[in-house]
T-cell receptor
C-alpha cells in the first residue's frame, strides 16, 4: 500500500472551512484514499473515501487531483468538535487486500473559537 | 445495534500476568482487527481475522495471540504481560475486503497498564 504524507498540525477558525492536504505520490491504480479521524482518547472514526472522483457526504468532501498523487479533505464549516487527529490512508481494494489499514502520524487539527 | 464493543475498558496488570481482551460486533462483519496505540503514535495492527476460525499476523504480533471461534467475537490474549505492552488497544471490524465500501468500525478502546 502507498505511503502518505500529511502536515503534523493545522489550525482552523470555528465556522471556516478546514482543508487538510495529503500527498500519496506512489499511489497505484486500484488503491483508494480513505480518511479517518480520532477525537481524543476515542476509537478512530471513518469519514470518507474515494478512488478517482471527488466525493461528498454529510461529514466532509474529498478532492482527489487528476493524477491522484494528492488529495484534500474539506470540512466545510469546522466546529470545536472537529478538533481531532486526521489520518489519510491509501489502501488497495484488489484480491490481495486483507482490509488492513496502515496508520501514519496524521494531522492534528485544532479548531479555535 | 451496539456496533463494536470492547471488554474491559481499563486494566492494570503486573509483569508476567496474563489476560484476554474481548471484542464483540453485532454488524455481521467478516473482518476483525486488533490495533495498539502508544502515546503520540498512530495505530499499529497486531492481528486480524478474515473470517470465523481464521487469524493472521499484522505489523506487531509478538507477545499476543488471538482467536476467532465465533464470527461476532475476536479475542486478544497476552500470555505473559510486559511493560512494553502498556498501550491502548482498539478493536475494529469491517464488512468485506472488496471495493471501497468496507470502512472499518472501531470500538472505544481498552487502556492497559503493565507495571
Amino acid at each position: 500500500d502507498a505511503k502518505t504524507t500529511q502536515p503534523p498540525s493545522m489550525d482552523c477558525a470555528e465556522g471556516r472551512a478546514a482543508n487538510l492536504p495529503c500527498n500519496h505520490s506512489t499511489i497505484s491504480g486500484n488503491e483508494y484514499v480513505y480518511w479517518y479521524r480520532q477525537i481524543h482518547s476515542q476509537g478512530p472514526q471513518y469519514i470518507i473515501h474515494g478512488l478517482k472522483n471527488n466525493e461528498t457526504n454529510e461529514m466532509a468532501s474529498l478532492i482527489i487531483t487528476e493524477d491522484r498523487k494528492s488529495s484534500t479533505l474539506i470540512l466545510p464549516h469546522a466546529t470545536l468538535r472537529d478538533t481531532a487527529v486526521y489520518y489519510c490512508i491509501v489502501r488497495s481494494s484488489g484480491s490481495s487486500n486483507t482490509g488492513k489499514l496502515i496508520f501514519g502520524q496524521g494531522t492534528t487539527l485544532q479548531v479555535k473559537p | 445495534n451496539a456496533g463494536v464493543t470492547q471488554t474491559p475498558k481499563f486494566r492494570v496488570l503486573k509483569t508476567g500476568q496474563s489476560m484476554t481482551l474481548l471484542c464483540a460486533q453485532d454488524m455481521n462483519h467478516e473482518y476483525m482487527y486488533w490495533y495498539r496505540q502508544d502515546p503520540g503514535m498512530g495505530l499499529r495492527l497486531i492481528h486480524y481475522s478474515v473470517g470465523e476460525g481464521t487469524t493472521a499476523k499484522g505489523e506487531v504480533p509478538d507477545g499476543y495471540n488471538v482467536s476467532r471461534l465465533k464470527k461476532q467475537n475476536f479475542l486478544l490474549g497476552l500470555e505473559s504481560a510486559a511493560p512494553s505492552q502498556t498501550s491502548v488497544y482498539f478493536c475494529a471490524s469491517s464488512l468485506t475486503r472488496w471495493g471501497g465500501a468496507d470502512e472499518q468500525y472501531f470500538g472505544p478502546g481498552t487502556r492497559l497498564t503493565v507495571t
